[in-house]
Structure formats: structure tokens, C-alpha cells
């Protein structure tokens, strides 16, 4: 069965550090990947894709993902984070039906 | 903003009842999933529909039920709730088939509240 799996609940970072977390999925074919992000009481932004091509996929905000079909990971990354970035991040896979199978999300905070 | 439209933002209701929640795709969009997030069961899809019609059910319960319009709006009815159904519902539309697009934007969200 298809799932995806964030294996890191709550994550705490300075500002100005850099930032990745985990995603791993399962899926029986190439699949659709997806990074969306949830400020506190509001709905979900998709911060990035990945369909197919360069596994190295960069989104919104200076995040970026990299697709790595031989360890079926797609951590997202961010070389700088920033106070506003914290919110709850949730990894997706496009499952056979077209709907999303989502992972349970990360947490992250921010430090100053 | 997504351009999905979500009413109403907050729905508090008694136990028993039924209500409906609103959805309005993207413009040009002819796909709607309807998702749930609780706590205990995170993001869980319910529905999907295609220019009207059902194409995939997920863990959506039989007290509830969906139905998409011709002019692709669409609406969840939730009925005999009860106290796990509170929550957040979450709809969602996509780009159409063959537009080599498969993201989905959210709208803002009903957050349900059963008393």
C-alpha cells in the first residue's frame, strides 16, 4: 500500500541554520511527490513538486527536494531558515487515484 | 491565496446534527478532493470529484456524503455527527487531466466543532 512516512514529529532550529527534513514514501511506481506547508489555522501551500527529470526540484520561500528513488526519500531542504518559516511541514504522494496520501508532518520551530 | 474558496471558516454544532460545507474550485479546475485533519488521523482523504462525477472514495464514513455541481462548486454534508467528527476539512482542486499537472491547492478550511 502506498504511504509516506515523516519520521521526525517536532524540530527545532536556530535561525540562520540550515534545515532538512525527512520524507520517505512507498509506492509501486514513479510517483508524484510533494512538500506542502501549514501555518497555525490555515490551509496547506504546496511549496514544491516533483513528476519526473532533475531529481533536485526547487519551490517557494528557497526550499528545495531532492528525489532519491534508491532510498525512496524526498527531504526537503533550506540553507537559511528563517522565524517565518516555522509552521508544520507535510510530505504527499500522489496516489493511483489522483488523491493525496499524506504523511503525519513535522513540526518546526525556530529559534532566534 | 490558492484560489480555492472554503465556506464557512467555523462550524460549531450539537451532536445529531447535519450540516453542509461549500467548496468553489479554481477556475478551470475540474477536480475536488475533500480531506479531513484531525489529530489522531492527521490528513485523511474522503472524495473526489471529476466535472461531477465520484471518481475515488477514501475513508470517508456513510454519514457522509458529497456532490459536485455544474458549475463545479461542490459540498460535503456531514450527518448524525458526532464528537469525533470534529475537525478540519480541508477541500482541494486540481488542474485537468492532460494538463501535465497533478498538484492540488487547498482552500483555508472548515474547522467543525461538535458539542
Known amino acids: 500500500a502506498q504511504s509516506v512516512t515523516q519520521p521526525d514529529i517536532h524540530i527545532t532550529v536556530s535561525e540562520g541554520a540550515s534545515l532538512e527534513l525527512r520524507c520517505n514514501y512507498s509506492?509501486?511506481?514513479?510517483?508524484?511527490l510533494f512538500w506542502y506547508v501549514q501555518s497555525p489555522g490555515q490551509g496547506l501551500q504546496l511549496l514544491l513538486k516533483y513528476f519526473s527529470g532533475d531529481t533536485l526540484v526547487q519551490g517557494i520561500k528557497g526550499f528545495e527536494a531532492e528525489f532519491k528513488r534508491s532510498q525512496s526519500s524526498f527531504n526537503l531542504r533550506k540553507p537559511s531558515v528563517h522565524w517565518s518559516d516555522a509552521a508544520e511541514y507535510f510530505c504527499a504522494v500522489g496516489a493511483v487515484g489522483g488523491n493525496l496520501i499524506f504523511g503525519k508532518g513535522t513540526k518546526l520551530s525556530v529559534k532566534p | 491565496d490558492s484560489g480555492v474558496t472554503q465556506t464557512p471558516k467555523h462550524l460549531i454544532t450539537a451532536t445529531g446534527q447535519r450540516v453542509t460545507l461549500r467548496c468553489s474550485p479554481r477556475s478551470g479546475d475540474l477536480s475536488v478532493y475533500w480531506y479531513q485533519q484531525s489529530l489522531d488521523q492527521g490528513l485523511q482523504f474522503l472524495i473526489q470529484?471529476?466535472?461531477?462525477?465520484?471518481?475515488a472514495k477514501g475513508n470517508i464514513l456513510e454519514r457522509f456524503s458529497a456532490q459536485q455541481f455544474p458549475d463545479l462548486h461542490s459540498e460535503l454534508n456531514l450527518s448524525s455527527l458526532e464528537l469525533g467528527d470534529s475537525a478540519l476539512y480541508f477541500c482541494a482542486s486540481s488542474p485537468p487531466r492532460g494538463s501535465g499537472s497533478y498538484e492540488q491547492y487547498f482552500g483555508p478550511g472548515t474547522r467543525l466543532t461538535v458539542t
Open positions: 470529484y471529476y466535472n461531477g462525477e465520484e471518481r
Open positions: 509506492y509501486g511506481a514513479t510517483p508524484y
